[in-house]
């Protein structure tokens, strides 16, 4: 079958590619665009490690088909540093010691931008009920949830 | 050395050096790499848990436009035998048929032979062009069954090991294991009190999050270079050169960042193959496991059957134990059993003692090392029992292990006497806990257990470069798996004393760094972590001689302060200090650049103690558990990154606490794995737990310069029981296997 052409925005990007039907969104984001920082952990949408931002819509890339791209705006984890520097999400990830081996971080990272973007103020079980798409094996998840709450606390000053 | 003593780097708690790089999605891992011209790799796997392999005939899929190369057994060099190395062990011809089974496929997933091709998509359609002819035989599934004397045999070649006379008759159990002190009936005599328990435990599987990954190139002079996701790279190097037949000096591997292992990435399963297919093809050969993969063909935990027998006086004081343990090996020889009998009575001192352990062969995947392999499970039966023991003294189950509590002095029940441990002060920290004072919420109940582990010390390499302006580079061997690159940095910074944020720290290839054996054993920060000290300790010796030469003086007459050399006191006062930065930019006319460098095989890795307790509650109408409070205490020796530490301590809760309330494989009748993937093998997710409290305990390792004991794998070996040990006390049942899931629990209930 041949391939479908794919406009889409990508990180304020424009971006144009060329898929097969079946492909996935985290595979063309990693094998062809080699936006690798979207990781892929399980390919069935269980484990959050490749959290997108579909047109500010929380999705695992895994499950979107590349063709559904054309058309939206995708945010993946190289979008969420600016120039100016990190996000106050990825510097609270930091001090909070909230990640070990780094493999879920960046799916983290996206899913409590989106997180914050919708409940500013979250308690910890809206944290925790938001985060349980995202699997970390390492840190028993206490420092991810004092990460997000600080960053909570840190956007809401700076608002 | 290990007095307390100040520190100003040691105990801080600064951003990791690869911090940006792993929150920004820049870090590299197992999977992220790709080459130009690259093939993409894929296994054909079993359908079968058991069966003779008649016929592989992978012609038909070479044949495909865009194959590039297929193999099978066929293509892997003769059995060699040999101990493989690395965490686990093993013979090599067992872990050669392991990434590649040759005669027999021995468990369900087992490779039998791998095509690489220009897509993954066309990768995929050749495998179903491999024409594989089984003659499928009976598994073996069950661990008591597989014992039997009349059990059908997973391996017919395969004698036991270690019995006083020499086996007549192939059995599946590979091997067996005694440890005994003093006279165990005459302790029994002697006992007030006796309990015993039965516990099982399927197998689970460590859960890391990024699958098994690697690229492999091969030249045309037959030298390969191979990326790969590892706890060791050294160790895979070799491994992959055993069963390849290869020269190491042929073989170049390169550690990517690795997403999680938990002692599951020490073993070699993707990179011959990929090594073999990029031989074929002269094209580098990306290969990734599926999840579903991982599951079924990596290496998961073994299942075990233990049994418990304790006798006690009625103060507590234990007058006799025995142990019983049997693990699954899976399809090849190699159960943990020897650890988790050295480790069962390992907190405790005892005066008399029984242990037998087996190491037992299953179809079902070959297990690999888990976080203190071994310990949890047997750790779960003993901890269990002390909990009954407790409720048949009316004792408090701190007061019960306080009365039988290892400490220094103590001749440890695998043999060694303990040096300064740290288990009777954890005790009693979590004793005046004010988590333990609080009161066991309604409906809910509280669990407590002690964890133990050995922790490794083995072979590391280290080498600190001065750049030019003074600043610092570590070069080491050991893949960061959860902050490694922070502890050393500290260690350099204390040990130079300079700013933390002047040190960069580089893990080497195999070509860059000397030989370093795994990021296991919670050997790193103890091992590897006394390498860069004594190669600081080179840098300062070297940078006095520079001084020196600079000054002209003796090299007696300076001496090292606050990062800088400085004349000895009383003498040359006018002489103002240099630093790091001053030294550097005079080092070409004083002798050229400066690197200090160190190697060692470190002996007196301190053994790691923990208490656990945490507050259950079972919902009676469902039998669910659910997490309501847990606290971890824990001997680091001394935390070099208190964050990182409290990191350990919290994830091996989590992780044991998954284990125990979740997680199980679970086989149908034909061996066939019928939970491979996350949504059905559920590991807990942040909704599923509390905040897990943690309290560092600092006994000083005497045989680390800093006091460090390995911290990683204890943190696993107490939750279980935790768990099991709550539920029993919020509903006064004994569930004694795991997992607590609700449908056990519910049984239990209903049968009370």
Known sequence: ?159 | MAEAKDFKFIGSRPVRPDGVDKVTGRAQFGADLNLPNMLYGRVLRSPHAHARIKRVDVSAALAMPGVYAAISGADFPGAKHGDIGGEGGGDVADVAKNVMARDKVLYHGHAVAAVAATSASLAEAALEAIEVEYDVLTPVLDLDAAMAADAPLVNENCFTKNLPEPAEKPSNIAAVMNLARGDVDEGFEQADVIVEGEYRIPMVHQGYIEPHACTATVNEAGQATVWTCTQGHFSLRSQTASVLDMGIADLKFIASEIGGGFGGKTVIYLEPLAVLLSKQSQRPVKMVMSREEVFRASGPAAGTHCRIRLGAKKDGTITAATAWLAYEAGAFEGAPMGPGAMCVFAPYDLENFRIEGFDVLVNKPKVAAYRAPGAPQAAHAMESALDELARELSMDPIDLRLVNAAQEGTQAAYGPKFPAIGLKECLEAAKVHPNYAKPVPEGAGRGVAVGFWFNAGMESSAEVHLNEDGTVQIIEGNPDIGGSRASMALMAAETLGVPYENIRVLVGDTEASGFSAVTGGSRTTFATGMAVIQACEDVIAQCKARAAATWGVDEDQVAWEDGQAVPVPGVNAELKPLSLADIMKNAARTGGPILGRASLNARGAGAGFSVNFGDLKVDDETGKVDVLSYTAVQDAGKAIHPAYVEGQMQGGAVQGLGWALNEEYVFDADGVLENPGFLDYRIPVASDMPMIDTQIIEVPNPSHPYGVRGVGETPLCAPLAVAANAVRDATGVRVTDLPLSPPKVLAALEGA
């Open chain 1, 1 to 159: 079958m041949s391939k479908l052409h794919v406009t889409t925005s990508i990180n304020g990007d424009p971006v144009e590619f060329l898929t097969a039907p079946e492909q996935t969104l985290v595979d063309v984001l990693r094998e062809q665009l080699d936006l690798t920082g979207t990781k892929e952990g399980c390919s069935t949408g269980d484990c959050g490690a490749c959290s997108v931002l579909v047109d500010g819509r929380l999705v695992c890339a895994c499950l979107v088909l590349a063709a559904e791209a054309e058309g939206a705006e995708i945010t993946t984890i190289e979008g969420i540093a600016t120039a100016d520097g990190l996000h106050p999400i990825q510097e609270k990830f930091l001090e909070h010691a909230a990640l070990q081996c780094g493999i879920c971080t960046p799916g983290y990272i996206v899913a409590t931008k989106a997180l914050l973007e919708k409940h500013p103020e979250p308690d910890e079980e809206t944290i925790r009920y938001w985060l349980a798409g995202n699997l970390c094996r390492c840190t028993g998840y206490d420092k991810i949830v004092r990460a997000v709450q600080d960053a909570a606390t840190t956007l809401a000053h700076e608002a």
